[in-house]
T-cell receptor, first 111, second 117 residues
Framework: DAKTTQPTSMDCAEGRAANLPCNHS???????VYWYRQIHSQGPQYIIH???NNETNEMASLIITEDRKSSTLILPHATLRDTAVYYC????????????FGKGTLLTVNP | GAGVSQSPSNKVTEKGKDVELRCDPI?????LYWYRQSLGQGLEFLIY????????KSGLPSDRFSAERTGGSVSTLTIQRTQQEDSAVYLC???????????????FGPGTRLTVL
């Protein structure tokens, strides 16, 4: 699976949009971009995934660039409960069951 | 609906003892996974069960680790003769399936925090 690069940490004010970037320049055509997050002392939580089109669900939006080499996770109105480590991963359908998280981005939402 | 549950939530044991960790997946999920996460580290895959197929044990770190899934539902991860380096949070996840070309999201339990003294 392709490697991803994320900033180590980010801050966001409560109520504002949080935009979390991820670079995946070696992504191949059949690989999906997935986002998970892990709130302190909890298990990872699935957020959203996409292949090439932008995606939106009740939690977030995923914007994937046209060349698919990077993406941005958007939390439209961040709350204090969104403080967590956010993981961007890239994986294909053939090896989809082995999730591997890197360091991720620690998002801190400030009041 | 009910999510993935794990028990116990915390386990403290002495070096050399055996421990059993339990996972109850989401009803109807055919795929079940075990991972572990050491302090400040990322996620480490351990083992994967899919339906009646032979499990993928490629992530188990040693032969002291084993897991079984009875009746296609509940799973137990057993660690024999525990060592201090086994201390970690053990996470279980389940998904609807894991067919080729289909990428299914995994739903995680809260984990079991194992401390080996």
């Amino acid at each position: 699976d392709a490697k991803t690069t994320q900033p180590t940490s980010m801050d966001c004010a409560e109520g504002r949009a949080a935009n979390l970037p991820c670079n995946h320049s070696t992504i191949s055509g059949n690989e999906y971009v997935y986002w998970y997050r892990q709130i302190h002392s909890q298990g990872p939580q699935y957020i959203i995934h996409g292949l090439k089109n932008n995606e939106t669900n009740e939690m977030a939006s995923l914007i994937i660039t046209e060349d698919r080499k990077s993406s941005t996770l958007i939390l439209p109105h961040a709350t204090l409960r969104d403080t967590a480590v956010y993981y961007c991963i890239v994986r294909s359908g053939g090896s989809n069951y082995k999730l591997t998280f890197g360091k991720g981005t620690l998002l801190t939402v400030n009041p | 609906g009910a999510g993935v549950s794990q028990s116990p939530s915390n386990k403290v044991t002495e070096k050399g003892k055996d421990v059993e960790l339990r996972c109850d997946p989401i009803s109807g999920h055919t795929a079940l996974y075990w991972y572990r996460q050491s302090l400040g580290q990322g996620l480490e895959f351990l083992i994967y069960f899919q339906g009646n197929s032979a499990p993928d044990k490629s992530g188990l770190p040693s032969d002291r680790f084993s897991a079984e899934r009875t009746g296609g539902s509940v799973s137990t991860l057993t660690i024999q003769r525990t060592q201090q380096e086994d201390s970690a949070v053990y996470l279980c996840a389940s998904s609807l399936g894991a067919g080729t070309g289909v990428v299914n999201e995994q739903f995680f339990g809260p984990g079991t925090r194992l401390t080996v003294l």
